[in-house]
């Protein structure tokens, strides 16, 4: 029974690895029916736009449905991190931030663009993510690599918002490619700690069982 379990807990982590796929992988489905829309100048969100696509349902729906891999991937990083011995307050805010990049996804299919509630406080589940993976990996064994990856991704996020905001109008051309690019900082990293916690978590299993023969 215990074997099953484990089973179904690494399916739901390594369910984290298709957040990134699901980003960018729905705009290369919506972009079609957006006839003038230039990826490097729009952001992705525009695609949800009546004005923009002749099918906006395609990228609302698309973000709604697509959050699905996040609510599995959450519950899995709660039960396995749990199991893991990971600290209790890290497993739980990292619990927490992916409820709230999923409730994240699911605001901006629901109140596309223009509507002022298309983005909102649900944003912060991306940088406490980040922060309380960190600490609750921080004790793993060969987690050094990750946490340095993880913490590059949060100084190069820094950096890009500080550009954004001291350069101002020179980012507006590119307003669609410093979102995507500003994404692979801060979404990535997700699948990334997705695949590093569903591997240890699967030699973790096989221990357990072992063990317990």
Known sequence: ?????NQFIYIAIAAGILIPIEYYG??????PFAKDYNWIRQAASELGMSSVS??????NLGKIFGSIPTWIAAFGFLFGLRQMGANAIATWLTF???????????????????DSRHEGPFLIGFPLWSFSFIAAISRFPESRKLRIYLITNILLAVVMLGARIVLGDFFTPFAGLFQRGFAFVTVVPISVGSWFLAARFKNFSIQDRIFNL
């Open 1 to 5: 029974m215990n074997w099953t379990r």
């Open 26 to 31: 729905l705009q290369l489905v919506a972009i």
């Open 54 to 59: 002749s099918v906006p349902a395609v990228f």
């Open 96 to 114: 927490f931030a992916m409820i709230a990049v999923a409730l994240n996804d699911i605001e901006a299919g629901v109140f596309p663009l223009p």
